[in-house]
């Protein structure tokens, strides 16, 4: 069916392509749905759903992500739009950007990272501003020394 006419909406939730153990991909990936990967990748991967390095997968990439898990190993740098997990048996050897990052023990992260800060909201907080703790200390003892200590 290449070249129909007719386009398929595809879910970014479900896995739509899977890499097998005896297979060697040289090469970019780009996908709308999430990716397995179980054999060997040497490309860089651009994907809008989730990406899942299983344990005997060797990955050399750079990553882009809703979501990454890795359980193999994997050289590059990874770029989340969510989570990036190393499990116990992943390796991973690059530069991270993420929201959030977890490494299970036995796993091995080397490399730097960045989080990327989550969207304040305005229902309380401080509206999103960085405030310095001891000015504002102060100058709320001020405010109530004004008031009368109220």
Same mark, same amino acid.
């Given at each position: 069916?290449?070249?129909?006419?007719?386009?398929?909406?595809?879910?970014?939730?479900?896995?739509?392509?899977?890499?097998?153990?005896?297979? %060697?991909?040289?090469?970019?990936? *780009?996908?709308?749905?999430?990716?397995?990967?179980?054999?060997?990748?040497?490309?860089? /991967?651009?994907?809008?759903?989730? /990406?899942? /390095?299983?344990?005997?997968?060797?990955?050399?990439?750079?990553?882009?992500?809703?979501?990454? %898990?890795?359980? &193999?190993?994997?050289? &590059?740098? %990874?770029?989340?739009?969510?989570?990036?997990?190393?499990?116990?048996?992943?390796?991973? $050897? &690059?530069?991270?950007?993420?929201?959030?990052? /977890?490494?299970?023990? =036995?796993?091995?992260?080397?490399?730097?990272?960045? *989080?990327?800060?989550?969207?304040?909201?305005?229902?309380?907080?401080?509206? =999103?501003? $960085?405030?310095?703790?001891?000015?504002?200390?102060?100058?709320?003892?001020?405010?109530?020394? $004004?008031?009368?200590?109220?």
């Amino acid at each position: 069916m290449l070249g129909s006419s007719k386009s398929k909406r595809i879910d970014a939730k479900t896995t739509d392509t899977l890499i097998g153990g005896s297979t %060697i991909c040289e090469g970019k990936i *780009m996908s709308e749905a999430s990716l397995r990967i179980e054999g060997q990748l040497h490309g860089d /991967i651009e994907c809008a759903g989730d /990406i899942t /390095i299983g344990e005997n997968a060797v990955v050399q990439s750079n990553i882009q992500a809703r979501d990454v %898990i890795i359980a &193999g190993k994997v050289k &590059g740098n %990874i770029q989340t739009k969510g989570k990036l997990i190393v499990t116990s048996s992943g390796v991973l $050897v &690059g530069n991270i950007d993420v929201r959030s990052f /977890i490494v299970q023990e =036995g796993g091995v992260f080397q490399g730097s990272s960045a *989080m990327q800060i989550a969207a304040v909201s305005d229902k309380g907080g401080s509206g =999103g501003k $960085v405030i310095d703790a001891k000015a504002h200390k102060h100058q709320k003892s001020e405010q109530q020394a $004004v008031s009368g200590g109220n």
